[in-house]
C-alpha cells in the first residue's frame, strides 16, 4: 500500500489524450466525499489563476520544448504553493488530472526532451512531492485517437499524430517501471462502467476509502 501524505493524500489520474481520465475525475470525487472525505479537484497544467494563464499558453501558442516544460514547472510550482500543498496540509483528499507524469511523458516521452533536464526541475520545484496514487489510464493510441476525433477542436498537443503518442505511453510505462507500487494501471479502453470498477478495486485495495 503507498503511504499517504502527511495530512491528506494525493491522487492523480494520468493517460494519453483520449484515455478517458477526465470523465471519471467527478465520478471519484463523489465516491470519496460520500466516505467523508473532503475532496479538492484540479488539474494540470491550472489549478490556479496564474497556472491557468500559464496552461493556455502551453497549449496554444508554439514554442521550444524547452520553454514548454519551463512554463508547465512554473505553472505547477505556483500550484503546489497555493492550492495542493495548503489542501493536503488541511488533510483534504487532493484529486488532480495530470501531474509531473504528463511531463515526462509528453516533454520528454513524445518530445524527446532531456529527462535529466526534467528531473533536475521536479527536483527544484517539488522538494520530494510526488502522488500517493496514480492511476494510469492505458489504451491504445489508436482508439484514443477515435475518441478525441469525436470530442473537440484539437489543441498543440491533441493534433499530434498516434507515433507521438505511442512515444507518450512509452514515457508513462517508464515512469510505471520506475514507480511501481506508486502506480495503478487500468485497461482505460474497456466500457466506461468497467474502468470504473477497476478504479472502485484500487482505491479499496489500498485503502484510500
Not at 29 to 44: G, K, M, N, S
Not at 171 to 192: I, K, Q, T, V
Request: proline share 4%.
Amino acid at each position: 500500500m503507498t503511504a499517504p501524505s502527511a495530512g491528506g493524500r494525493f491522487i492523480t489520474l494520468e493517460g494519453i489524450d483520449g484515455a478517458g481520465k477526465s470523465s471519471h475525475i467527478e465520478a471519484l470525487a463523489a465516491w470519496l466525499r460520500a466516505r467523508d472525505h473532503e475532496v479538492v479537484v484540479t488539474r494540470e497544467p491550472g489549478g490556479t489563476a496564474l497556472a491557468e494563464r500559464l496552461r493556455d499558453l502551453v497549449l496554444h501558442l508554439p514554442m521550444d520544448t524547452l520553454t514548454e516544460a519551463l512554463l508547465v514547472f512554473a505553472a505547477r510550482r505556483d500550484h503546489l504553493l497555493n492550492l495542493i500543498e495548503p489542501a493536503l496540509a488541511r488533510g483534504a483528499t487532493v484529486l488532480c488530472d495530470r501531474f509531473t507524469d504528463a511531463t515526462f511523458a509528453y516533454q520528454g516521452g513524445g518530445r524527446g526532451f532531456d529527462l535529466d533536464v526534467l528531473a533536475g526541475l521536479e527536483g527544484w520545484v517539488q522538494h520530494g512531492r510526488q502522488p500517493d496514487l496514480t492511476l494510469w489510464f492505458r489504451i491504445a493510441p489508436a482508439a484514443a485517437a477515435s475518441r478525441r476525433a469525436e470530442a473537440r477542436a484539437p489543441d498543440r498537443f491533441e493534433s499530434q499524430d498516434e507515433a507521438f503518442f505511442a512515444r507518450v505511453d512509452a514515457g508513462y510505462a517508464a515512469r510505471c517501471a520506475a514507480a511501481p507500487a506508486r502506480f495503478a494501471a487500468l485497461d482505460a479502453g474497456a466500457d466506461r462502467s468497467d474502468v470504473w470498477a477497476q478504479i472502485e478495486a484500487v482505491l479499496l485495495q489500498r485503502g484510500f476509502a
